[in-house]
Every structure is written in C-alpha cells, then in structure tokens.
C-alpha cells in the first residue's frame, strides 16, 4: 500500500473512529447528550440501540436500528447536483458534502420525514479526496443528523464515482410515520 493510501485509510478510520487531531471540549457534551437520548429512543417507529455484547461506537452512529412500524423510504446515493442539475462545488469537498445533505434533507421531507428519520446512511468518498478533509465531511453531517439517534452508518473510499467531478455521494434509508 503506497503512502497515501495509508494516510487516507488513517484518516478514513478516524472519521468512523470520530477521532480528531484535537479533542473538541464539545464531544463530552454531546457523548452524554447522545447517551441520555440513546436511554429515550425506543418511541416512534425505530429503536436506536447499541447492544452490550457488540462494542461501543466510536463516532456519531448506533450498532442497530429496529424498525417497528412506520414505512420505509430509500434515498438514491445522492451527488452535488442541486435542482436544475448543476455540480455544486466543484473541487470543493465541503460544498459537495454540503448540498448532498440538503439534497438527503429534500429526498426524506417528500416522503413525509425530516431528517431524524434517517435510520441508515452509506458513505462513499472519492480516494481523490485530501484525507484531511473528511472532518468537514463529519461537520456537515452532524448539522443535518439527529447526533442523539444517528443513524447505522458505513464509510467506504472508492476509487471514483460515477463521474470524475463527484467526490462524495451519501445514500440513506429512513422510516417516517404512515400518514
């Protein structure tokens, strides 16, 4: 493995790790924020949950999420494309990951949800992305996600995506209230 991939396989871990360079005065906050709420997720149509025998997680997502009514909505993997089709941010990591949250945000209000509903989301990252630039990924994601139930999560680097000016695309499943 050449050395930029291993730098970009650090980086990837503690981007599922949570891990920053520095410790943020924040995250002690928001770990008991998360634990309390963790105590208060078994309302509504999911329970969020990180069983005892399975280790703890170690960022910004649960082990498990039962579905237990509610209907289930898929999210395409979406890209920085905004509505008229249009590439936002090219070569700019945070704006790409910015508007595929808005557009996670849009994809999940017209099927009746807001974006506590997210009960899974798939990370695909361009290997082309600067490692140190995947905290702003985090970032952006903790503004849009419910930090207290995150979603199950899965963070994986590709070679490319479907174009080469794609360099983050984000796929989720939610489940919102039958209506």
Known sequence: MSFPARAFTIVALLFISGQSFAA???????????????????????????????????????????????????????????????????????????????????????????????????YYVAESVDPTQIAALREVRDRYINTANPPTSTFVVVKRLARLEYLVEVEAVAVVNKQ
């Open 24 to 122: 943020s005065p924040q995250s002690k906050t928001a770990s008991s924020k998360r634990a309390s709420a963790q105590k208060q997720a078994d309302s509504g149509p999911v329970r969020f949950s990180n069983p005892s025998t399975m280790a703890k997680p170690v960022s910004t997502y649960s082990q498990v999420v039962e579905v237990i009514g509610g209907k289930t909505v898929y999210i395409a993997g979406q890209v920085a494309l905004d509505t008229s089709g249009t590439l936002v941010g090219p070569n700019d990591f945070r704006a790409q990951a910015e508007q595929v949250f808005k557009n996670i945000k849009a994809a999940v209000e017209s099927a009746g949800g807001d974006m506590s509903s997210l009960v899974k989301t798939n």
